[in-house]
């Protein structure tokens, strides 16, 4: 058996045998032909991770214990998600409870977190000029530019359905009744969210929601959340998503860790009808110009939604764009703006949230390209972000060779044979 053992010093930052053994097993793992030798590419990435996170350290950039826990914490509530909020099962996949993982992860995500910032101050100043973005254009080769598909970008309007006064009632007395259950002690807390709660995600966990700063929750929720003391049970308030009280369980820094049973009233075929209907109302008023597209969002769209804030404009989430290729759209929104001309809107589109709630959605076409070769005028954007990148990475090539030449780096003689960067060997 190998006893685990250094093998490299980047300042005062240690690199363990055992570090190198797992990247390696990974690497054997999605691709079993690999050899030894991609040990010392190994090593090397190490080395650069070190030195990032070493001079972090020397450079003060600071980390907060609350950034490093709710890491932590979205860390293991995704993989506690995907066992469907099985604890029982994850300590037996991974023999050790959530708490004991994330104390054995808790370096590695402070490093994580470190050498992020430490790349992002290095890099946040970097700027790219036009002639920066020609230069890189034309400093690639002909037949090496990319060929884009034809791209769409598209703006919505969102129009969830009001709640018919007898559904708002009946929810409105579920939620007290639950409410008083608890404050009575004739109900856990964790029981009435578990077995009533209409959030999934959170009533898996027995209503908790985990660490959240200000910024993530809707603004009513939000103002009744930061204002608890620690096992506070809140009054019922009603948001967007429906009738809530919660508990504060813990407040950490500027987060807090709540949790809250939510009760949604039940949105009849009628009151989706009528909302399609305000929709239809809406698409004409902008066809005849008596209102922009962008005026409507801020009067009638899901104030909740991203593209709430950006005019309407909705951003592809697998591009950080607001490009979007035929194939990157679901295809009730894809053959819905298929005939359209720029400016051109949809019909009213029945469309699903990610928590189950049905409303209505118009689509406005704002642009279409046809498929060409990237150029300088259609694609000036997408080029300068190439360039940027280019740049920044450059940039950060030579800083790392900058520091390696600074910094006293040893590495063991059991890596002799690896062409790494500059360095001294271990005796």
């Given at each position: ?7 490299a ?10 570090e190198i053994?797992e990247?390696f097993s990974y690497?054997k793992s ?8 991609i ?5 090397d990435n ?7 996170i070493?001079?972090?350290k020397?450079d003060?950039v600071?980390?907060?214990d609350?950034?490093v826990e709710?890491?932590l914490d979205?860390r293991f ?6 066992m469907n909020g ?19 992860y808790?370096d ?6 470190l050498a992020?910032?430490?790349q992002?101050n290095l890099?946040?100043?970097i700027?790219i000029?036009p ?8 400093g690639?080769?002909?037949?090496s530019l990319p060929?884009f598909k034809?791209?769409m970008e598209?703006?919505?309007i969102?129009l969830m359905?009001q709640?018919?006064e007898n559904s708002?009632?009946?929810a ?8 008083n259950?608890?404050?009575s ?6 029981d009435?969210a578990?077995?009533?709660s ?6 898996l966990?027995g209503g908790d929601l ?7 929750y809707?603004?009513?929720f939000e103002?009744?959340v930061f204002?608890?003391?620690k096992?506070?049970i ?6 967007e998503?429906?009738?809530?009280f919660?508990?504060l369980?813990e ?9 809250h ?12 009808d009528?909302a399609k ?11 005849i110009?008596?209102m922009?597209?962008?005026t409507?969002v801020?009067?009638?769209s899901?104030k ?5 804030s950006?005019?309407g404009?909705?951003k592809n989430q697998?591009?950080?764009s607001t490009f979007f290729?035929?194939?990157?759209l679901?295809p009730?929104t894809y053959f819905?703006?298929?005939d359209l001309?720029p ?7 029945l469309m699903?949230?990610?928590d ?7 689509v406005?076409?704002?642009s279409?390209?046809k498929?060409h070769?990237?150029?300088l005028k259609e ?8 360039a940027k ?13 900058k520091?390696?030449?600074e ?6 003689p059991?890596?002799?044979?690896c062409?790494l ?7």
């Amino acid at each position: 058996m190998l006893i685990d053992k250094v093998v490299a010093k980047v300042g005062s930052e240690y690199i363990l045998l055992s570090e190198i053994e797992e990247e390696f097993s990974y690497a054997k793992s999605r691709n079993p032909n690999v050899s030894d030798q991609i040990k010392c590419d190994i090593l090397d990435n190490i080395i650069a991770q070190k030195l990032v996170i070493y001079h972090a350290k020397i450079d003060s950039v600071e980390i907060s214990d609350a950034e490093v826990e709710t890491q932590l914490d979205y860390r293991f509530e995704s993989v506690l998600r995907q066992m469907n909020g099985d604890e029982a099962f994850f300590e037996e996949y991974y023999g050790a409870t959530i708490s004991e993982m994330k104390e054995r992860y808790r370096d590695d995500q402070k490093h994580k977190i470190l050498a992020e910032k430490m790349q992002f101050n290095l890099m946040s100043e970097i700027e790219i000029t036009p002639k920066e973005v020609e230069k890189f254009y034309f400093g690639v080769p002909s037949d090496s530019l990319p060929y884009f598909k034809s791209e769409m970008e598209i703006s919505e309007i969102v129009l969830m359905p009001q709640v018919n006064e007898n559904s708002r009632k009946m929810a409105l007395d579920k939620i007290t009744e639950l409410r008083n259950a608890v404050i009575s002690k004739t109900m856990t807390f964790a029981d009435a969210a578990s077995k009533n709660s209409m959030d999934p995600g959170s009533a898996l966990r027995g209503g908790d929601l985990g660490f959240a700063k200000r910024g993530v929750y809707v603004p009513e929720f939000e103002a009744t959340v930061f204002s608890l003391a620690k096992d506070e049970i809140s009054e019922i308030i009603e948001t967007e998503f429906g009738f809530h009280f919660m508990e504060l369980i813990e407040r950490r820094g500027n987060s807090v860790r709540a949790r809250h049973v939510l009760i949604k009233p039940d949105i009849t075929p009628n009151d989706l009808d009528i909302a399609k209907s305000k929709l239809d109302s809406i698409r004409n008023l902008v066809l005849i110009d008596s209102m922009s597209f962008e005026t409507a969002v801020r009067k009638f769209s899901m104030k909740a939604l991203p593209s709430y804030s950006n005019s309407g404009r909705v951003k592809n989430q697998n591009t950080n764009s607001t490009f979007f290729a035929a194939d990157d759209l679901d295809p009730d929104t894809y053959f819905a703006i298929f005939d359209l001309k720029p400016k051109g809107i949809s019909k009213p589109i029945l469309m699903t949230m990610p928590d189950g709630q049905k409303g209505y959605r118009l689509v406005q076409l704002n642009s279409i390209t046809k498929p060409h070769k990237a150029n300088l005028k259609e694609d000036f954007d997408k080029i300068a972000n190439f360039a940027k990148e280019s740049k920044k990475n450059e940039y950060f090539l030579k800083w790392l060779k900058k520091k390696r030449s600074e910094t006293f780096i040893q590495v063991t003689p059991m890596f002799n044979e690896c062409k790494l960067g500059e360095r001294s060997m271990m005796p």
